[in-house]
């Protein structure tokens, strides 16, 4: 066996446990998620809570992923601390299903999501490491159908769940997938080592403005999206619709999503990642600004099913990007720091989210997520250029 068949072969092992472990521990999530403002109500928070609650989770989402980012690129621990982060989500998960006080479940889901997002982006700065640039699109977009896959698992069992069981059978239906995720972590190698550069170093070249304008563009997009989240699932509550619909359109937007995720992989390097996500964010805006209008099962469901399809492979594409836009030896924390762009623009999204959905209702606060959309992608056509697309047109 050649030199480069044996690597092809490691780094398909690689990617199998790396998709196995987040496969579950999306799954894990997407239980939790598409009902979060519901369970929410359920504890009995205001509307301003409900948004004060989102940004505590998502600076979360900000620093922990940060510090770990920055603590894997020095001691090249990355694959040990999937693992550990993985672990601890076991433990904080059963403690969530044994409480019913709004705070402390707030403390227990801001180390639920800072552990959970930190093992995401070192996995993901894994697989960018040990992937050849030519092979790093597909790798991503391979990585993320576990995300969607997740979602249509979730989106399907969450809500009969908590109508069966309530939320602590929930809670201890996500405790099962995090161990999965765990176990299957065992499995992930990180066969890249660098020698350790010194932090000068490492930040004249990692934080350039190209890198700057991309994440502040990831920043906006975080802050809509986070809008997007809070009055998805009112509004359907709002219309009449079950918990178990709720729950369901994430399943078929998941679901119809697939394909795309794939395709969009295989063609990035042609189409352009950043035209990618500037074409997903318009279509994303136009659904979500129609979502604020309609009533209709047919016209949510149809709504929804478009919607899915760019957001699922945003992802992939934005950490293709990042992954291009600085040296190899900081991949880890460019990683954290897309994390940390989501974390605190959802965070401020959550804050005056909360504000907008007392005044305007959840149908008004879509409908500002719409237009965030679009501003977000016209933000991102502009201003941000295309690590490999620019790199492929000096070459030529």
């Not at 965070?347 to 959840?362: H, N, S, T």
């Not at 879509?366 to 502009?382: H, V």
Request: net charge neutral; aromatic share 10%.
């Amino acid at each position: 066996m050649s030199e480069s068949e044996a690597n092809e072969s490691v780094n398909g092992r690689l990617l199998v446990f790396a998709f196995a472990s987040q496969i579950f521990a999306w799954t894990g999530a997407a239980l939790f998620l598409p009902i979060i403002p519901i369970y929410l109500r359920f504890l009995n928070a205001t509307d301003v809570e409900i948004g004060h609650y989102s940004a505590i989770i998502l600076v979360s989402l900000s620093f922990g992923p940060v510090a770990l980012g920055w603590v894997s690129d020095r001691w090249h621990l990355r694959d040990r601390l999937v693992v550990g982060c993985l672990a601890i989500q076991v433990p904080v998960c059963w403690l969530m299903g044994t409480t019913d006080q709004l705070w402390v479940a707030c403390f227990l889901n801001t180390l639920l999501w800072t552990f959970g997002a930190s093992a995401i982006s070192l996995t993901r700065a894994i697989v960018a490491l040990n992937f050849a640039t030519d092979q790093r699109d597909r790798a991503f977009a391979r990585l993320a159908i576990a995300s969607p896959a997740s979602f249509v698992i979730g989106g399907l069992a969450g809500g009969r769940i908590v109508e069966a069981w309530g939320y602590p059978g929930l809670f201890k239906t996500m405790t099962v997938f995090w161990m999965l995720a765990m176990l299957a972590a065992l499995g992930i190698c990180d066969r890249h080592r660098v020698q350790a550069q010194d932090d000068t170093d490492i930040d004249t070249q990692s934080m350039g403005k190209p890198l700057l304008l991309f994440c502040a563009a990831m920043m906006f997009q975080s802050f809509s999206f986070q809008w997007s989240e809070i009055a998805f699932p009112l509004r359907l509550s709002d219309i009449g619709l079950s918990l178990t619909f709720i729950t369901s359109m994430h399943s078929v937007s998941s679901l119809a999503s697939i394909p795309i995720v794939l395709i969009a992989g295989r063609y990035a390097g042609r189409v352009g990642n950043v035209n990618l996500l500037f074409g997903g964010l318009v279509v994303f805006a136009l659904c979500r600004l129609g979502l604020s209008l309609v009533e209709a099962r047919t016209h949510v469901i149809g709504l929804q099913v478009v919607a899915g399809l760019p957001a699922a492979f945003s992802h992939s594409i934005a950490s293709a990007v990042i992954a291009g836009l600085g040296p190899a030896r900081s991949v880890g924390s460019r990683m954290s720091l897309l994390m940390m762009c989501g974390g605190v623009g959802g965070a401020l999204g959550g804050v005056v989210g909360g504000y907008l959905l007392e005044a305007y209702g959840p149908a008004g606060l879509i409908a500002f997520s719409g237009i965030g959309f679009m501003f977000t992608g016209m933000y991102l056509k502009l201003f941000v250029v295309d690590p490999t697309r620019d790199s492929s047109t000096r070459a030529v």
